[in-house]
């Protein structure tokens, strides 16, 4: 009973039928929107255009007409500038905010550095500035080696090759050699 309660009880057909339905239910609402939109603007544009009676005018008044028109498009041409200006002001400033809260998440691409190659005292000169006159020499705290160091440890090397009577310490003779020698 356990596998019957899981099941669905709807056949696929059926689902098949709404999901038609439903998608042509969504055709006609974006069908609507569509009309609707087209409404509004052809609306707008009659309550703020209104028709040109062109007809019958004299010149003067065609040349009166097109100053008007003229001034009215520097008009919207000046908010359109504006906007846009706007438009661009908060997408930097959201581009901004982005790249705070990446910062924050500790979430964000780090560029490809490239190796200079400097020296410790140009790299000085260059975080401080003319005010470093002091040359760092970085070899002056490395550790000398002496060469009686050198020697005694040669002496060991010597002392201790493996190579050194192989055929002595082959075999089973090698090795009670090698353990008699140990005591």
């Known amino acids: 009973m356990g596998d019957d309660e899981k099941k669905s009880k709807m056949t696929s057909s059926r689902r098949m039928h709404l999901k038609s339905l439903l998608l042509s239910l969504a055709k006609t609402a974006l069908e609507k ?3 609707d939109r087209i409404a509004e603007k052809e609306r707008y544009m009659e309550e703020h255009c209104g028709h040109l009676q062109t007809s019958g005018l004299s010149m003067a008044d065609l040349q009166d007409l097109c100053r008007k028109l003229h001034a009215k498009i520097d008009v919207v041409d000046e908010e359109r500038y504006d906007m846009e200006s706007k438009v661009a002001k908060t997408t930097k400033e959201i581009d901004d905010l982005n790249l705070k809260v990446f910062d924050l998440k500790g979430k964000f691409k ?3 550095l490239k190796r200079v190659r400097m020296s410790a005292d140009a790299m000085l000169r260059a975080l401080l500035g003319s005010k470093h006159k002091v040359s760092m020499d970085l070899r002056a705290n490395l550790k000398q080696v002496k060469k009686e160091d050198t020697e005694k440890e040669k ?6 090759d493996w ?3 192989i055929e002595e310490k082959a ?9 008699e020698g140990a005591e």
């Not at 002496?155 to 201790?160: H, I, N, T």
């Not at 003779?173 to 353990?179: A, D, P, V």
């Open 33 to 35: 929107e569509e009309a």
């Open 155 to 160: 002496d060991l090397r010597d002392v201790g």
């Open 163 to 165: 190579r050194k009577n």
């Open 171 to 179: 075999g089973m003779e090698g090795r009670k050699k090698m353990f």
């Open 110 to 112: 780090r560029p490809p």
